[in-house]
């Protein structure tokens, strides 16, 4: 290089692939630079496409037919996978619906705590109300969960026992202890806060495992926007004085 010359340097976008001649003039074909994703990472997206489906499925299938009722083979049959792929990502029955369980309860959950953590700072009649509107809002979305729920609650077995252990127990506490922080300050009605609590989750769930008979017998869509913010604001005053 030349003193006082400066190489001016573009960065290229694009590579030429291939040239050739023409009279004399130089024809070159452009490709683009991105090159595709490793074959490891599609492999990747796929299989976690795939569990998606599955545990979609499977919530559809515990929440409507229980435990015993439902199958691996049907899980498989209503994700559009193939059985082996389910007993691939799942290993067994009683791991699906635990995994189910998780994926389902895992972003409530978070939301959940992150509210009873901001609730040191809050009114308590300001963090319960959050938490109904949590619940019900929640029971919308996924009203499958309240099935479930409900169904193991009425019997003795290890699937309950690991609901209580991974998930009901804190939740019970924790609002039930809100409850009574809300009594104290003189702005949730005086009862037994475990009744209130169990009030709470059957006003903002049963309605949406219901739905069909609600819609029925009150010609109203429980799903629909309007229709949610009226329960949520029928449970406020029950709760609240």
Same mark, same amino acid.
């Given at each position: 290089?030349?003193? &006082? ?18 009279? &004399? ?37 515990? /929440?409507? #037919?229980?435990?015993?009722? @439902? ?10 996978? *193939? ?16 995994? *189910? ?7 409530? /959950? ?11 700072? =809050? ?13 019900? =809002? ?11 729920? @409900?169904?193991? &609650?009425?019997? /003795? *077995? ?8 991974? #998930? ?20 949730? =009605? ?13 006003? &903002? /769930? @049963?309605?949406?495992?219901?739905? @069909? ?26 709760? #609240?004085?």
């Amino acid at each position: 290089m030349k003193a &006082g010359v400066t190489q001016k340097q573009d960065k290229p976008v694009k590579k030429a692939a291939s040239s050739s001649s023409r009279g &004399g003039r130089t024809a070159v074909r452009l490709v683009d630079d991105a090159a595709p994703p490793p074959a490891s990472d599609r492999k990747m997206r796929r299989g976690d496409e795939a569990r998606a489906r599955i545990l979609h499925a499977a919530l559809e299938c515990f /929440g409507a #037919f229980g435990f015993e009722g @439902t199958s691996t083979r049907a899980v498989a049959e209503r994700a559009e996978v *193939t059985h082996t792929l389910v007993l691939y990502h799942f290993q067994s029955k009683d791991q699906l619906w635990i995994s *189910t369980m998780e994926a389902a309860l895992a972003t409530y /959950g978070e939301a959940i705590k992150a509210n009873l953590e901001e609730s040191a700072h =809050r009114t308590a009649k300001e963090a319960l109300a959050t938490f109904i509107d949590q619940f019900v =809002r929640m029971s919308a979305q996924h009203p499958q969960v309240h099935r479930i729920l @409900t169904t193991e &609650g009425n019997q /003795g *077995t290890q699937r309950l026992q690991w609901i209580i252990d991974h #998930f009901i127990r804190w939740h019970f506490t924790a609002i039930r202890d809100l409850i009574r922080r809300g009594q104290a300050e003189n702005s949730v =009605r005086e009862c037994d806060p475990a009744r209130l609590y169990y009030l709470i989750l059957g006003a &903002g /769930g @049963t309605p949406f495992t219901l739905s @069909t008979e609600y819609k029925a017998m009150t010609g109203r869509d429980v799903f629909s926007d309007a229709e949610i913010l009226r329960n949520i604001a029928f449970i406020y005053e029950i709760v #609240f004085t």
